[in-house]
T-cell receptor, first 116, second 111 residues
Framework: DTEVTQTPKHLVMGMTNKKSLKCEQH?????MYWYKQKAKKPPELMFV???????INESVPSRFSPECPNSSLLNLHLHALQPEDSALYLC???????????????FGSGTQLSVL | QKEVEQNSGPLSVPEGAIASLNCTYS??????FFWYRQYSGKSPELIMF????GDKEDGRFTAQLNKASQYVSLLIRDSQPSDSATYLC???????????FGTGTRLQVTL
C-alpha cells in the first residue's frame, strides 16, 4: 500500500463551523505533514509530526489545530475559518523526519476546502 | 531567504519531443532536489529525486544537477500528451527537513 488517503475530498463550511480533515497512511512512515496550496501557487508547509509529536508549526493561526492520534493517522481540526483559508489542503508522509536529511514526500489527493 | 525559481510557462512542446524544465536555487547549502508532477486539481506526485552532481535517469525522465551553478533540470524524452501538467521543483537544505518549492512550470504537450 503506497497511498496516503485523505477525506473528505471536498468540503464547504461556514465561518462558524467546526470541521476536521483526516489523513491516513499504511506505509509505516513515521513523519506526517500538512500543506496548504492556493491555486497556481506551490504547497506551503503548515505542520510536521514526527513519531506522533509535533515537530514544526509554521506559525499557523490557532484556528487550525493538528492532531496525530497514532503513527498512521493525522487530523486537522478547523474552527472559525476565514474565506481566505479556502485552498487545497494536502497531507503528506515520509519515512522519517530527521532534521538533517530531506525525505521523499508522498502526498494524499487533498481536500479542496471552501470557506463561505 | 531561500528561493527556488522556475519559469511559470507554459512550456509547449510537440508530442515525441524532449521537454526541458529548469530550476535554480539560491541556497548553496542545498543537498536534495526533487521533481513533483501535479495535474490540475490533483496532488503533487514525486517523479524524480537527485542528491549528487550529474545525471540520473529513470525511464523517460532524466534529472540533472549542477551544484556549482545552482541549477537542477528535468528532461522528459518522447513527451506524451499525458505529461501535460505542472512540474514543481523542490529543494531541501538538509536542516529541519523543510522543502522549499518553486512555483512550478506548466508543460503542454501538443499533438
Amino acid at each position: 500500500d503506497t497511498e496516503v488517503t485523505q477525506t473528505p475530498k471536498h468540503l464547504v463550511m461556514g465561518m462558524t463551523n467546526k470541521k476536521s480533515l483526516k489523513c491516513e497512511q499504511h506505509m509505516g512512515h513515521r513523519a506526517m505533514y500538512w500543506y496548504k496550496q492556493k491555486a497556481k501557487k506551490p504547497p506551503e508547509l503548515m505542520f510536521v509530526y514526527s513519531y506522533e509529536k509535533l515537530s514544526i508549526n509554521e506559525s499557523v493561526p490557532s484556528r487550525f489545530s493538528p492532531e496525530c492520534p497514532n503513527s498512521s493517522l493525522l487530523n486537522l481540526h478547523l474552527h472559525a475559518l476565514q474565506p481566505e483559508d479556502s485552498a487545497l489542503y494536502l497531507c503528506a508522509s515520509s519515512q522519517v523526519f530527521t532534521g538533517t536529511t530531506n525525505e521523499k514526500l508522498f502526498f494524499g489527493s487533498g481536500t479542496q476546502l471552501s470557506v463561505l | 531567504q531561500k528561493e527556488v525559481e522556475q519559469n511559470s510557462g507554459p512550456l509547449s512542446v510537440p508530442e515525441g519531443a524532449i521537454a526541458s524544465l529548469n530550476c535554480t536555487y539560491s541556497d548553496r547549502g542545498s543537498q536534495s532536489f526533487f521533481w513533483y508532477r501535479q495535474y490540475s486539481g490533483k496532488s503533487p506526485e514525486l517523479i524524480m529525486f537527485i542528491y549528487s552532481n550529474g545525471d540520473k535517469e529513470d525511464g523517460r525522465f532524466t534529472a540533472q544537477l549542477n551544484k556549482a551553478s545552482q541549477y537542477v533540470s528535468l528532461l522528459i524524452r518522447d513527451s506524451q500528451p499525458s505529461d501535460s501538467a505542472t512540474y514543481l521543483c523542490a529543494v531541501g537544505t538538509g536542516t529541519a527537513s523543510k522543502l522549499t518549492f518553486g512555483t512550478g512550470t506548466r508543460l503542454q504537450v501538443t499533438l
